[in-house]
């Protein structure tokens, strides 16, 4: 299955609504209801849809992320032998794909922020490996680092905190006898 690092930001904003709908204090209690909600939880790219009033916010990112080998030979995971192949070409190649999510915290009150802070990160902390476990990941959200709370640069008057989750993933992929085709391609091509 071929993974997509944008989904990311959608994996962790659904855990986090569950959290908040079910199991926060009502100061903070989520809602699907933007009338009832008493915080917001999102991804970043609605971060100009959703202003910033009473309500304290969590926004979403997908962060940074590298691919890097992992083989000795194209990255190569697993193959048979030659005698076996009779000189086809058969094996499994694999990458490492490695990012760090950023959780945002937003308020306007010092307090409030710390508050959901300390929600999100015993929350994320304890349910990480159950995330990494159905989603696949082989680390999910730890060690997960936590900036201080500090006020913002453009309003003063809200507070801001940012935790970030590193998550790492495999990709594998099957190399054919197709890839003699795709070599004819490339050696066709005339620079």
């Known amino acids: 299955m071929i993974f997509s690092p944008a989904y990311i930001s959608a994996l962790i904003v659904r ?35 959703i202003a910033i009033q009473a309500k304290p916010r969590v926004l979403v990112s997908r962060g940074s992320y590298s691919i890097r080998p ?57 349910t990480g490996p159950m995330i990494a476990n159905t989603k696949g990941f082989k ?12 006020p913002s640069r453009e309003d003063t008057e809200i507070f801001t905190c940012t935790i970030n989750l590193p998550w790492t993933r495999e990709e594998q992929w099957r190399v054919l006898s197709d890839d003699i085709k795709f070599k004819s391609l490339l050696l066709s091509i005339h620079p």
């Open 15 to 49: 855990p986090i609504r569950f959290f908040f709908e079910f199991h926060s204090p009502l100061d903070v209690r989520w809602s699907e209801d933007p009338k009832v909600s008493s915080i917001e939880v999102d991804t970043i790219n609605n971060f100009n849809k």
């Open 139 to 150: 680390i999910f959200g730890l060690p997960m680092s936590i900036s201080s709370c500090t």
């Open 70 to 126: 992992v083989g000795l030979t194209d990255n190569l995971a697993e193959t048979k032998g030659i005698k076996e192949l009779k000189g086809a070409t058969d094996r499994i190649n694999m990458v490492l794909i490695e990012g760090m999510a950023q959780v945002m915290v937003e308020a306007r009150n010092e307090g409030t922020c710390e508050k959901v802070v300390d929600l999100l990160e015993h929350f994320l902390a304890w």
